[in-house]
């Protein structure tokens, strides 16, 4: 039982580039969420998705891209890799009724910008 | 508008000492109230719950909270603090929907030998 597993767990991109990053989960959970840790500031939720085939922003969802084209899987995107997106990247997931069981997190993503 | 406040970003007990984790929410709502691990280099692992049942919330690894809502807080204690317990720790704040999550900005946890 993996729970949430995101690929890769550390990236170096150049400035410009594009990359996405990948979430999965076992747990049959119907929202998944992406976040950023960045130091001193908590984790900011980047976009989330209560479904299969939906998707929405969070607080600071600009740059980035999402889908969930499988209800396993939420991939997220960076068309053009800017530093300050330099960052850790956590992948979530939870049940509906996401009050009462609270979230299961992947391991981070890091990455650079260079 | 909601916030959660950790007032500590560093804490440093001994070994076997108590640990006080310190967290104040404000809410418009009634929240549910989380507090969660990350170890170094790890994801976020989920220590305990509130959510409108009990006031003290017993967790993971002897951990527990107790909801004041009096005082608007929701601090984190532990008896004797262990070697593993050195982690950083959020305090979480949900209410009015799963959008509206707000993370505390964490404390790091350091325990001496």
């Known amino acids: 039982n993996a729970g949430v597993t995101q690929t890769p767990k550390f990236r170096v991109l150049k400035t410009g580039q594009s990359m996405t990053l990948l979430c999965a989960q076992d747990m049959n959970h119907e929202y998944m969420y992406w976040y950023r840790q960045d130091p001193g500031m908590g984790l900011r939720l980047i976009h989330y998705s209560v479904g299969e085939g939906t998707t929405a922003k969070g607080e600071v969802p600009d740059g980035y891209n999402v889908s969930r084209l499988k209800k396993q899987n939420f991939l997220l995107g960076l068309e053009s890799a800017a530093p300050s997106q330099t960052s850790v990247y956590f992948c979530?997931?939870?049940?509906?009724?996401?009050?009462?069981?609270?979230?299961?997190f992947g391991s981070g993503t890091r990455l650079t910008v260079v | 508008a909601q916030s959660v406040t950790q007032l500590d970003s560093h804490v440093s007990v001994s070994e076997g000492t108590p640990v006080l984790l310190r967290c104040n929410y404000s809410?418009?709502?009634?929240?549910?109230l989380f507090w969660y691990v990350q170890h170094p280099n790890k994801g976020l692992q989920l220590l305990l719950k509130y959510t409108s049942a009990a006031t003290l919330v017993k967790g993971i690894n002897g951990f527990e909270a107790e909801f004041k809502k009096s005082e608007t807080s929701f601090h984190l204690t532990k008896p004797s603090a262990h070697m593993s317990d050195a982690a950083e720790y959020f305090c979480?704040?949900?209410?009015?929907?799963?959008?509206?999550?707000?993370f505390g900005t964490g404390t790091k946890l350091q325990v001496i030998p």
């Open positions: 979530a997931s939870s049940y509906r009724d996401s009050l009462n069981g609270g979230y299961t």
């Open positions: 809410s418009s709502y009634s929240p549910s």
């Open positions: 979480v704040s949900t209410s009015g929907g799963y959008q509206k999550v707000t």
